[in-house]
């Protein structure tokens, strides 16, 4: 510390912690601002008890209060010489800090809280707590306004004891009286519990983000994946294309050439006959100027006499054959462009069905497998629990609505459109989209395991209700013989594995239904692989044939959710 940091702390005021102005020495050796200490003392004039705010010495009477003409000399001197203001790295504490609760005037921020004194402190109050031997065993914490809150409301005591039947923090007194019998431990007893239930919790929870990175990682590489994929496939198809267009170009170029030759070819010949044609009507055209002057010839010894020298006409060999198609000459080749246009409409059609079919596989193709252990299900499990207002009234509900009971007497359930009237079928509360799993335990014969859309009709005809009868649900029946997996009133025959337990994994995107048959192994039952239009919907049915025999129930089993 250097001298003029010396300087400030020893010539400061300790309660507004600026140089001293005015400053008086009291009894105990103590200097402040004369106005500072009379303030102080005047709150204090009502205990009759006045005191330093640094030492806590007392006096009585009040001291009478004297300037220091030598310590304001020195003061002003050192003003002089530079020292200005209070210390620089002072931290006074503001609205939202935690002020020191022995700094008098104008508060410093608390560096800690004792819960033992209950008071904060800043750095200069804290140290009797490190150079005293009396506070050693003082528990010292981050600075806390809520110290108060560990103070008892009824008896006035620090709450060091936790009562664990009721859950809270009490005192000693309290322990031995509204308390007595509980089980009481040491706040610090059952906090060192409480924090190793929090350490596991952590451990879990680290656990989990660092399968939630790896996760994420591996999402980032298919998310690569995909984009590489994307782009080689758009820059493959880009090019496929453009050779398609310059397939069709060239052989429009090819149509547009031979038309032009042929149009030339066609023009040559008819150019030919129309200069032939022309050459015969100048030679007409001749004859008739001869036979006209001929004509017109009065003499008529002259006519007569020139008349056999005028040679015969010839006959026309073209223009019999003449006849004018106008813009026809093209048209069969129109024809068949256009039918080969109709053709390839007819092609991209079809492929582009076949392409977008391809397109909406990708994500299907990308999901995640299938999980191949019970422990990889257990991932996507969910809770399910039965609706009451479809359940049957032959079918009773227990376990929260997990679990669901043929009773040989109907159940006084209210009317309600979404129950079952004909059937003895019940289902989920929950609408499964995503990924989900759930097990369900059997006890009895003619149990359906199913899943279900939402509209399943609930009364009229039995087909259009019974689960698996119909192409709104999907359906595991379990009979003394084996399994049926039913779909549309379609049912296959499965072997009995022998467990009563029938695990369930959904992924309703990629449109995959797995049925499993869990015990020390996961057998797989049946597998769909469809497209699920809506969200689906758990389900229970029971065969009417064991309606009275009240032995058959199923339960949706409690699993570790995560």
């Known amino acids: 510390m250097d001298q003029n940091q010396l300087d400030r702390e020893t010539f400061s005021c300790s309660i507004c912690l600026d140089l001293l102005k005015d400053p008086v020495t009291i009894p105990c050796g103590h200097s402040y601002c004369m106005k500072c200490i009379q303030n102080l003392w005047d709150e204090e004039d009502q205990k009759g008890i006045h005191s330093c705010p640094q030492c806590r010495e007392t006096f009585a009477p009040k001291p009478v209060l004297k300037k220091s003409t030598m310590l304001a000399a020195l003061v002003e001197q050192l003003k002089k010489s530079g020292l200005q203001a209070a210390p620089a790295d002072l931290c006074y504490a503001g609205p939202e800090d935690v002020a020191c609760d022995s700094c008098s005037g104008r508060k410093l921020k608390a560096i800690k809280s004792c819960l033992d004194c209950l008071a904060s402190y800043c750095e200069k109050h804290l140290q009797p707590h490190y150079d005293s031997a009396a506070f050693k065993k003082h528990k010292l914490v981050e600075p806390s306004k809520n110290l108060q809150e560990n103070i008892c409301s009824r008896h006035d005591e620090v709450m060091k004891m936790f009562c664990r039947t009721d859950q809270k923090c009490i005192c000693y007194l309290c322990s031995v009286e509204e308390h007595k019998g509980h089980d009481t431990v040491s706040v610090a007893a059952e906090r060192t519990e409480r924090q190793r239930e929090l350490q596991v919790r952590r451990e879990n929870i680290q656990q989990r983000i660092q399968d939630r990175e790896k996760d994420v990682k591996l999402l980032q590489q298919e ?153 990889g299900f257990l991932r996507y499990s969910c809770k399910i629990t039965l609706d009451p207002n479809t359940a049957n009234i032959n079918l009773l509900l227990s376990e929260g609505n997990r679990k669901i009971t043929v009773m040989a007497q109907p159940h006084s359930y209210s009317s309600h459109p979404e129950r079952f009237t004909n059937v003895s079928q019940v289902l989920s509360r929950e609408s499964l989209t995503g990924r989900c799993y759930w097990e369900v335990e059997r006890r009895g014969l003619e149990v359906y395991v199913v899943v279900a859309y939402n509209k399943i009709s609930r009364a009229g005809d039995r087909n259009q209700c019974r689960f698996g009868c119909n192409d709104k649900s999907w359906a595991l029946y379990y009979y003394q013989g084996g399994y049926l997996f039913g779909h549309n009133n379609i049912w296959t025959s499965i072997s009995d594995p022998g467990s009563s337990r029938v695990g369930v994994y959904l992924n309703h995107r990629a449109g995959i239904l797995s049925f499993y048959s869990v015990s020390e192994t996961m057998t797989l039952l049946h597998r769909v692989q469809t497209t699920f239009t809506q969200p689906l919907h758990a389900g229970v049915g029971f065969d009417s044939s064991i309606l009275f025999s009240n032995e058959s129930s199923a339960e949706f089993c409690k699993l570790k959710y995560f």
Request: a negative charge.
């Open 223 to 375: 998310l690569e994946a995909i984009k590489h994929s994307a782009d080689k496939t758009v820059e493959d198809s880009e090019k496929i294309f453009t050779e398609l267009i310059r397939l069709i170009q060239k052989r429009s170029s090819d149509v547009k050439q031979q038309i032009r030759s042929q149009q030339e070819t066609e023009g040559s010949r008819v150019k030919e006959l129309q200069e032939k044609l022309e050459q015969e009507i100048t030679e007409l055209k001749r004859k008739d100027t001869e036979l006209k002057q001929l004509s017109d010839t009065e003499d008529h010894n002259q006519f007569l006499h020139n008349y056999p020298s005028l040679s015969a006409l010839s006959e026309s060999t073209h223009s019999s054959s003449i006849k004018t198609r106008l813009l026809s000459y093209f048209e069969d080749v129109t024809a068949a462009v256009s039918e080969l246009r109709d053709k390839l409409q007819d092609i991209l059609r079809d492929a582009w069905t076949n392409i977008s079919l391809r397109l909406t596989e990708v994500d299907v193709l990308l999901s995640e497998p299938e999980p191949k252990s019970r422990a």
